[in-house]
């Protein structure tokens, strides 16, 4: 979370120097470049996910000879992608700058050039990302952070130095992938450390590809269906709304999907730990880190759902005006919901891939995609932006009910204990943060006034949780990560 909040840090700084630096037409170049990097990156097929599980259950039973095996596969598997997906890139160059981005005579030499350093950033990335899937195996996120940190900090800094003392595009783009170059070195070499020789060429066997390419197709399903769900709502909008409806939907959508950053950092770690104890003889080990992990989760999102839909509408007004959020507080509310579902999902659905089953979530998306496009001609061309949103909601309550049940059904692991214990007491403490929140809403009637008191009251309910909620055979193990942060050593 440290690492993502760093990042989005640079971005805001570096970004509008950047724009201003290179003028509007050369950036959106630039832009368009990382756009082809990012989908080329969908080459991967699913290895890196398929890597962080296999390596994880083969650490789990000192299978050292198979984590060679599927380090060695995985990384000429990815290498091999990358280098044609570079060449793709390279042959296509002429099209895309000619025919598709019709770059001016102008940027046409800096639009080559550029097209050749995204050619070869496509290999880098997809190196990179099996680097990082491994490193996760031995749950070395202190150093997949710190050097991702690090070399987003480098990318950004050096493409605006370079960019202030008049450089041209090709210039800060060749930076931008030689930062993420020597921060695929640098992951190598930790991986060499703890894997010797894992570089060496050797034969792949047909057998561990396959296991790589089978778990892997499922998760490039899901992969491919998510853009679309994700983005279907706002061209909708713009097709039956206006271009303006999609600002008044997307804002709120965005502040409401910030909150994923909480489950997907916590997913980010427990997905190689759930791989782990998918094997055979670790159900109650399983059934012991689904239960807390839906439990924490729970107990951070709740309160932040409830101060959005009750104060949401100050958020908005404080940051885009009064009268963008009389239009868009609906959209907010409506999707509070969805977001809270959405959030939640994020546990049964890494599970699933974990213990083996990615067939379940790539089907899953794909009965979703029929039923959220009949939601979103029905409730679009009637309600706007507010029909979008309840359209969404109802996606993400479908799909995170599915998971549930999938994970009941294919991992038997329930939440029957976690609802009979500290649910009850959770949902208490949390109608008390509402009705606090929402007299704070009646009360008050600055705006910022509202969000201070609130925020004061999301710190009273967190005081509470540790008090009431969090019991004493928690605490110990909760207080000695906080340590983390206070750079003490943990015993």
Known sequence: MLAEGWTFVVLVVAMPKLVAFLG???FGLFSLAWVV???????????NRAATKFVSEHLAGDDDQSVRSVVRTAFITNLSLGLLGGLLVVLLSPYLIHSVFKVSPALEHQARLTFYAVAVAVPVLLV?????????SYQRFGWINSVNAAATTAQWAGAVLL?????????????TVLARMIATIVYGLVLSRMLPRFHQPSTAGLSTIFKLLRFGSWVTVSQLISPVLVYLDRMLIASFVSLSAVTLYTVPYEVMTRLRLIPSSMMSTLYPAFSERGLEGQQAHLQHLYERTVRYLLLILLPGITFLVLLGSDVLTLWMGTSFARQAVAVIEILALGALANGMA?????????????????KFHLLELPFYLALCFLFVPRWGIAGAA???TLRFALDAGLLFWAVRKYCHCSLRRLWTSSFRRTLALTMVLAVALLTIRLGLNLPWIRLASGAISLFVYFAAVWIFIIDKREKPGLSAAARIFRSQPVS
Do not use: K
């Open 390 to 392: 309840l359209a969404s």
């Open 128 to 136: 990179q990302g099996i680097l990082r899937a491994i490193l996760s």
């Open 346 to 362: 994020y546990v049964p659905y890494n599970m699933l891939q974990a213990v083996g089953r990615p067939d379940l979530t790539g």
């Open 37 to 47: 990097i990012g989908y080329l990156t969908f080459l991967d097929i699913g290895v």
């Open 163 to 175: 960019a202030w003392r008049g450089f041209g595009l090709a210039w800060v783009v060749g930076v």
């Open 24 to 26: 509007e037409t050369a």
